[in-house]
């Protein structure tokens, strides 16, 4: 039964039903709601089609005269930007999670619906509807795991909320707004953040066990556009990884679900507004895609710093990397075949001359392009045809990679 009962607290995270079960599934929370046979229209991971949903929500589709609109989707501007006062607990400067504070201090909205950490692990995802500008506090930072947010509409809906915006990933914002119409918000903002490789919490823990003999003092873990995790600790430690010193050898093959190595929209392209990291070079990149994208950006004033975005070095190399080890590995790990003694020098070496900037954003959607094709054809061949959109074959197209008679779409 669906919670009516407004709460009064500045987060209120309902009951939630039980997963329909699903073979390719990041469990968005949509067969959570009363019809779980929703999954069929709205799942990305079905036959996503992107141009009717580009065109529906931004009002046209990628332009060919703007070539990263074929990387990043369909956009207006794109910034790097930073908040001047960072937020205690971001997980860059808090810009996601400031917007959201300010559509429910100016009354833009009713409910912010986002997730929080689980009151029993700091790591996993709790899907909540926040109410006050100050829950938002509580939802900073990053979680590991799946998170059904979409579940939380129907609730939402039956306390009376008539306005929202939501925070979410791409599989759950595709989702979103394929059910858009049906669910009849007067107003709804969609504020997206890029795909991130994605596991399970369990998974996620035992990555931890890896990088400290005392994972429970890690606070703070990211990946950086510069090829480093960063860790920090509660004595206030702060470690940095190359990405290629990682143990990554040490995780089991399937560490990462297939359905998070073969996501076809990294950059979160239905959003209003896409609020990143991978091409600020140590700040945050935003790719503000419509009106009411503008809208969001323009509730910072002047609390945030704007630029333009830069570009460096060349990402054809190492994405024929990925492709040659991406193809070689059988659970999909691509920097196992390095050579132990090769991987210091190259840590050392990547930040200084590897893609930066929005070349870094290109070769990661190239990247992750590649992935998609291949473990499709290793794990999904059937799916091919109906999973994989147009912008991907376009994307993998200069690395020899095209779709035979059976992946073509009639």
């Not at 938002?136 to 609730?155: D, I, K, V």
Request: with cysteine.
């Amino acid at each position: 039964m669906v919670e009516q009962i407004e709460p009064t607290s500045p987060l209120w995270s309902p009951p939630l039903n039980d997963p329909a079960p699903r073979e390719l599934c990041t469990d968005c929370g949509v067969s959570r709601m009363s019809d779980p046979k929703q999954c069929g229209q709205a799942c990305q991971f079905i036959k996503p089609d992107y141009p009717a949903m580009e065109l529906q929500v931004h009002g046209r589709n990628r332009d060919p005269s703007r070539p990263d609109e074929f990387f990043f989707g369909p956009f207006r501007r794109m910034l790097q930007a930073a908040m001047k006062e960072p937020r205690d607990g971001a997980q860059w400067t808090g810009i996601t999670t400031r917007i959201g504070e300010r559509l429910l201090e100016t009354g833009a909205v009713d409910a912010v619906l986002t997730m929080a950490q689980d009151p029993a692990d700091k790591w996993k995802p709790m899907p909540v509807l926040v109410t006050k500008p100050e829950g938002m506090a509580q939802c900073r930072g990053m979680r590991m795991g799946y998170a059904p947010s979409l579940a939380l509409l129907e609730p939402a809906r039956a306390a009376g909320y008539k306005r929202i915006a939501v925070i979410g990933i791409p599989c759950q914002v595709y989702a979103l707004r394929s059910l858009e119409q049906k669910l009849g918000f007067e107003r709804l903002y969609v504020i997206g953040t890029p795909c991130s490789d994605n596991t399970t919490t369990e998974n996620f823990h035992g990555f931890l066990d890896l990088l400290s003999d005392k994972p429970e003092t890690i606070t703070y873990l990211e990946f950086r556009a510069d090829y480093h995790v960063e860790l920090r600790f509660t004595d206030g430690r702060v470690q940095e990884i190359p990405f290629l010193l990682l143990p990554i050898s040490k995780l089991k093959p399937d560490f990462f679900p297939i359905t998070c190595r073969t996501c076809v929209d990294y950059t979160n392209t239905l959003a209003d507004i896409t609020v990143g990291y991978m091409a600020g070079r140590g700040e945050q990149w935003l790719l503000v895609r419509n009106e009411r994208g503008e809208e969001l950006l323009n509730l910072l004033g002047d609390e945030v710093r704007l630029s333009e975005p830069t570009s460096a070095g060349n990402r054809t190399a190492p994405v024929k990397g990925f492709l040659k080890n991406t193809e070689l590995a059988a659970g999909g790990l691509p920097v196992r075949g390095m050579p132990n003694w090769l991987r210091p020098f190259m840590g050392w070496l990547m930040p200084k001359v590897g893609p930066r900037g929005l070349e870094f954003g290109r070769a990661r959607v190239e990247m992750k392009a590649v992935e998609t094709v291949l473990h499709l054809r290793r794990n999904y061949k059937q799916k091919i045809k109906n999973m994989v959109p147009a912008h991907v074959w376009a994307l993998v197209k200069p690395y020899g990679i095209e779709p035979d008679d059976s992946e073509r779409r009639n």
